[in-house]
């Protein structure tokens, strides 16, 4: 299974306050064991809400409205999405994760949608041939 | 927990006593003992050094125990010694560094050509993946009594002929890293091959084997085939969404959702190959598969596929390990970058070969080839052919309906 892991902002990054090079460097290790554990699919810091915009639906209306916006705990400050095999993973790796935020950080984890993947299914064409071909290949080397 | 710290647990076990087998029953003894200490006196402060402490004590009592093992013991003792030798954080590192090491060390000695593909497979997943024996049973549609005596015997075997825990030479590494690769992409086939009904655990199959793949990127990132495997499962998986229509039909590569498709996966894919062409050419079986699917995932229509670099690249393909099949697949790439004649002149080179005499993709492309070319009552006849040799429902269907469409043509 996937999950995103949201990093919620504090006033601190709304601020647009970098974190200092202790913290980066910590969690660099920490990315890097991510990376090494095959967990890791993506990950990214977020700019300050300032810099960000809505839009918002209203019907057939869209209407604009530059940040930033007001309630800082539910804005987002940065985010990853994992591979793991459980919720029970995820958050085990969530509380190795080095305290993202100098005050108090949260991380919020959410598991994603995986549509049926998997359906029922017949052997396609060409996925047969595929198959074939990796045996003949699977042969050949040894 | 233990699916966190299994891997490099047992890795660093076997990197102190020389032997897989008793590296993951000592694993599995420190963690009883985390089990019943942890709820008492609190999880430790770094849990994985915590559990290796405890392996080591472990292995140590067992050594001493054991007169067998005398000659381990002698290994043992010269191996303290040199980190005794070694200072504070200065050992942490190396300690670190030597983990990275033994992990790829125990993919090696679990992917060990002396095993069979079955037992390579569920040591493998038992102690790289940190799978139970239960969860590889169920993937694999075995029964779990099964599994554990194909592990139990798999470690004995290791441990009889006493196969050294280690990265092979350059002579074996060819060879003997084919056999690793083998494995993580055996395991994903497995799970792309699971249906509906399956128990879930088949499909997390690809998810595993991705995540193997991922993991060996990292610990022997210089190989380009490494790469070149990984790109392939992320960007096969990619399409898993697509391949499927909503009753369940399969749904083939051109007529796939492309919407659908993963394209973080994708995109992961195309730097793996990336990866693996700049580390000396996608040349290798498994880069070159890669490549042939990035050419898929590159078009954004199925229209505006590169027929011709996909031909090029399967004649690569042939001339790496020369197949009928693979020639197959090279007439129909050609017959789409230059035209129907020019692939049926290499599908008809084929129609001798003994290895496809009863493939009914022979002639189901061969129609296809001489249905475009406007030759009817030939193509029909080729598509029946087609149908007496295939088993297959869905294609049965799909050939009925070429037959009513040349015979209405």
């Known amino acids: ?142 | 927990m233990w699916r966190i710290e299994a891997p490099r647990l047992i890795a660093g076990l076997a990197g102190f006593v020389r032997d897989v087998g008793l590296a993951e029953d000592l694993a599995q003894d420190a963690l009883v003992s985390a089990l019943e200490q942890w709820p008492d006196e609190g999880v430790p402060s770094n849990p994985g050094a915590w559990l290796m402490a405890v392996g080591k004590r472990r292995a140590i009592d067992r050594l001493r125990r054991g007169k067998v093992l005398e000659r381990k013991q002698e290994e043992l003792g010269r191996d303290l010694e040199m980190r005794q030798q070694e200072g504070g954080s200065e050992l942490d590192a190396a300690l670190d560094d030597g983990i990275e090491d033994d992990l790829l060390r125990l993919v090696f000695t679990t992917c060990h050509p002396m095993l069979s593909t079955e037992a390579r497979v569920a040591l493998t997943l038992r102690m790289l993946g940190g799978l139970t024996t239960g969860e590889i049973a169920r993937a694999f549609l075995v029964s779990e009594s099964t599994v554990a005596q194909r592990i139990v015997r798999a470690k004995r075997t290791l441990a009889e002929a006493d196969v050294p825990f280690e990265v092979p030479g350059n002579e074996e590494l060819p060879e003997r890293l084919s056999s690793v690769l083998e494995v993580i992409y055996l395991v994903f086939n497995e799970g792309y091959a699971a249906t509906a009904g399956d128990d879930w655990m088949r499909p997390a199959l690809c998810e595993e084997a991705l995540r193997l793949g991922r993991v060996l990127a990292e610990l022997a990132p210089q190989e380009s085939e490494v790469h070149g495997l990984v790109a392939l499962m992320e960007i096969q998986a990619s399409r898993s969404r697509a391949r499927v229509g909503p009753s369940g039909e399969p749904v083939l590569l051109l007529d796939q959702d492309r919407a659908r498709w993963d394209w973080l996966l994708i995109g992961r894919g195309l730097a793996a190959l990336e990866r693996a062409e700049a580390l000396g050419g996608a040349v290798g079986p498994y880069a070159l598969q890669a490549a042939i699917a990035a050419c898929h995932a590159r078009a954004r229509t199925a229209a505006e596929t590169d027929w011709a670099r996909i031909a090029a690249l399967y004649g690569a393909l042939a001339r790496l390990s020369p197949s009928p099949v693979v020639e197959l697949n090279r007439a129909v790439a050609v017959g789409m970058a230059s035209g129907p004649a020019a692939g049926l002149e290499l599908v008809d080179r084929l129609t001798s070969e003994p290895a496809l005499a009863a493939y009914h993709l022979l002639p189901s492309v061969r129609g296809d080839l001489l249905e475009k070319l406007g030759r009817l009552d030939e193509a029909r006849a080729e598509y029946e052919r087609a149908m007496s040799l295939t088993q297959n429902e869905a294609q049965r269907r799909l050939l009925t309906e070429r037959v009513a469409a040349c015979a209405a043509g």
């Open chain 1, 1 to 142: 299974m996937r999950v995103m892991v949201l990093v919620k902002a504090t006033k601190e990054s709304e601020a647009g306050e970098m974190p200092n090079q202790e913290l980066l460097s910590e969690m660099g290790k920490f990315n890097e064991e991510l990376v090494k554990a095959g967990v890791m699919l993506a990950g990214e810091g977020l700019h300050p809400s300032s810099k960000g915009a809505r839009v918002e639906f209203s019907g057939a209306q869209r209407s604009v409205t530059d940040g930033p916006f007001a309630e800082t705990k539910e804005l987002v400050a940065g985010f990853w999405l994992w591979q793991v095999r459980s919720m029970d993973e995820a958050i085990e790796w969530a509380k190795r994760c080095p305290n993202p935020m100098e005050g108090g950080g949260v991380l919020e984890i959410r598991p994603v949608f995986e549509a049926e993947d998997f359906g029922d299914e017949f052997t396609p064409e060409l996925r047969e041939q595929e198959q074939r071909l990796r045996a003949e290949i699977a042969d050949r080397e040894q």
